[in-house]
Nanobody, 117 residues
Framework: QVQLVESGGGLVQPGGSLRLSCVVSGLAFSSYVMSWHRQVPGKERELVASITRFGGTTNYADSVKGRFTVSRDNAKNSVYLQMNSLKPEDTAVYYC??????????WGQGTQVTVSS
């Protein structure tokens, strides 16, 4: 049973910070590229950040570059998204995804991030 369990979402003021966590079970975690995506109602889900198996390569959407940091801890089967300098336009449901070539995409349930004063 593959599970991706997310936590850390909530309400934060503009300029504030949140740290999202995604704990993965049921797969060989270090074999998977991990990524974070977000979705606003009525819009397509977009890639926010990704990180390769051992953290050697990270990629970010232009809209979050310099503000967000993705990391992983393979010993804990976990991936994180540190979000700083948050803006109202960052408000979305954030999803964790695990992927490897030739396999299924596995998704978390999503966690709500709301940036508002």
């Amino acid at each position: 049973q593959v599970q991706l369990v997310e936590s850390g979402g909530g309400l934060v003021q503009p300029g504030g910070s949140l740290r999202l966590s995604c704990v993965v079970s049921g797969l060989a975690f270090s074999s998977y590229v991990m990524s974070w995506h977000r979705q606003v109602p009525g819009k397509e889900r977009e890639l926010v950040a990704s990180i390769t198996r051992f953290g050697g390569t990270t990629n970010y959407a232009d809209s979050v570059k310099g503000r967000f940091t993705v990391s992983r801890d393979n010993a804990k089967n976990s991936v994180y998204l540190q979000m700083n300098s948050l803006k109202p336009e960052d408000t979305a449901v954030y999803y964790c995804k695990a992927n490897r070539m030739g396999s299924y995409d596995y998704w978390g349930q999503g966690t709500q991030v709301t940036v508002s004063s």
